[in-house]
């Protein structure tokens, strides 16, 4: 079975560019979570999606959105970007669909986003 | 607040030795737990996890952990460390509370160096 794949998985933008970040969860999989993770801040929670409704969202500016379309698939988009917006995105899938196992987290390789 | 902690930023042990990594959270029920790995420029690896029962865990790579309930603590352990072990280790603790589903926190991280 195929892992969480993320594309692209290198970007290179500007200050006040917008980005669209996509990640496809495994096969079957159908809660999807973001991080965002930085050598400062460390792995941080931004938001989890699970049946196209966002559930849960971190601490993170409203620039920071996300959905999830019906086949599970989930897109993250960051606008007016920043210098600090630069860090490894990274994408996680779930099987289950309530408690526990909603938490245990298979993760995709990441999208690098550097803003110059 | 919850929160996860891991003592040591960096550890260096030589290749056959046992390595033992520190974990401690603080949480008002019993949290589901987690270890992963990261290797340079890759996404996280779920190598063990925690949710109830035996509080000795096995996981993937010859990977284990326990959980001390009264410690507030999941330290993981592996025998005998291979040079592919080398590479950043993060607790992660997933809470059971409704509106925290899909939500990890983690640790900051501790780098492990395999020496010959």
């Known amino acids: 079975k195929a892992g969480v794949t993320q594309t692209p998985r290198y970007l290179i933008k500007t200050r006040g560019q917008q980005v669209t970040l996509s990640c496809s969860p495994i096969s079957g999989h159908r809660s999807v979570s973001w991080y965002q993770q930085t050598p400062g801040q460390g792995l941080q929670f931004l938001f989890e999606?699970?049946?196209?409704?966002?559930?849960n969202k971190g601490n993170f500016p409203g620039r920071f959105s996300g959905r999830q379309f019906s086949n599970s698939r989930s897109e993250m988009n960051v606008s007016t970007l920043e210098l600090g917006d630069s860090a490894l995105y990274l994408c996680a899938s779930s099987l289950a669909s309530s408690g526990r196992a909603r938490n245990e987290q298979f993760f995709g390789p990441g999208t690098r986003l550097t803003v110059l | 607040a919850q929160s996860v902690t891991q003592p040591d930023i960096h550890i260096t042990v030589s290749e056959g030795a046992s390595l033992e990594l520190r974990c401690n959270y603080s949480?008002?029920?019993?949290?589901?737990l987690f270890w992963y790995v990261q290797s340079p420029g890759q996404g996280l690896q779920l190598l063990l996890k925690?949710?109830?029962?035996?509080?000795l865990v096995q996981g993937i790579k010859g990977f284990e952990a326990e959980f001390k309930r009264s410690q507030s603590s999941f330290n993981l352990r592996k025998p005998s460390v291979h040079w592919s072990d080398a590479a950043e280790y993060f607790c992660?603790?997933?809470?059971?509370?409704?509106?925290?589903?899909?939500?990890?926190?983690f640790g900051a991280g501790t780098q492990v160096v395999v020496t010959p």
């Open positions: 949480y008002g029920a019993t949290p589901y």
């Open positions: 925690y949710f109830s029962g035996d509080t």
């Open positions: 992660a603790v997933g809470a059971g509370a409704t509106d925290s589903w899909g939500k990890l926190q």
């Open positions: 999606y699970f049946s196209e409704t966002q559930r």
